[in-house]
């Protein structure tokens, strides 16, 4: 890449190119310097990446809403990474402890997604899932995630968590036998699987 930028240095491909590698090693500043030169060049293809990219590995929360705020102003409610720029707000309000905020756009995104598309992903409804739990709304977390469930049944992280719920509530043996599956459905690699989560824990996912 630098023999890019040697002959070109206002190509965006080549600084999102220098970026990446700073980000997979976790040093996120350095990186967000040649990134940001990504989108001075071309922001219309590398602001909702640099917005992914606060979100999920520097977890700069509040900064990666202000990029997917501009992202939905001139696209829409487009993707990133197999997801909605919507879906990452919420993702982000949940990280900031809004949890009721991070509710209401999940609802609202997931809504969406299955009026267009008939269903809607697992991991959303993991996360929509997580921001009733955080509002200790134990029951209705409980039916998001078997929501989640039907469609990836040995999903280890939304069983963990659907097995507290089930602990709030007393229901103690269903605790037992949940959490016994997720432990060894988790310790299998049955686990959030999208391409990045081999460089960053994602908010939530368990670690056996």
Not at 21 to 33: D, I, L, R
Not at 135 to 160: C, G, R
Request: charged share 30%.
């Amino acid at each position: 890449m630098n023999q890019g930028l040697k002959i070109d240095n206002t190509v965006a491909y080549f600084w999102q190119q220098k970026a990446m590698p700073y980000f997979k090693a976790k040093k996120y500043e350095v990186g967000m310097e040649y990134l940001d030169k990504a989108v001075m060049y071309n922001s219309e293809r590398w602001l909702s990446y640099r917005a992914f990219i606060k979100c999920i590995f520097s977890k700069t929360y509040k900064d990666a809403i202000i990029d997917f705020e501009k992202c939905i102003e001139v696209e829409g409610n487009s993707y990133v990474m197999d997801h909605t720029y919507k879906f990452h707000i919420a993702l982000c309000n949940l990280q900031l402890n809004k949890y009721k905020k991070a509710e209401e756009i999940f609802k609202t995104d997931i809504e969406e997604q299955e009026k267009e598309w008939g269903e809607s992903h697992f991991l959303d409804l993991f996360y929509y899932g997580i921001s009733k739990y955080e509002q200790n709304k134990w029951e209705e977390a409980i039916v998001i995630f078997d929501k989640s469930l039907s469609s990836y049944p040995n999903f280890s992280d939304v069983e963990y968590y659907k097995s507290i719920c089930l602990l709030r509530l007393n229901k103690i043996e269903e605790f037992r036998t949940l959490y016994a599956k997720a432990k060894l459905d988790g310790e299998m690699g049955y686990t959030i699987s999208e391409d990045n989560s081999i460089y960053e824990t994602y908010p939530y996912q368990v670690r056996w």
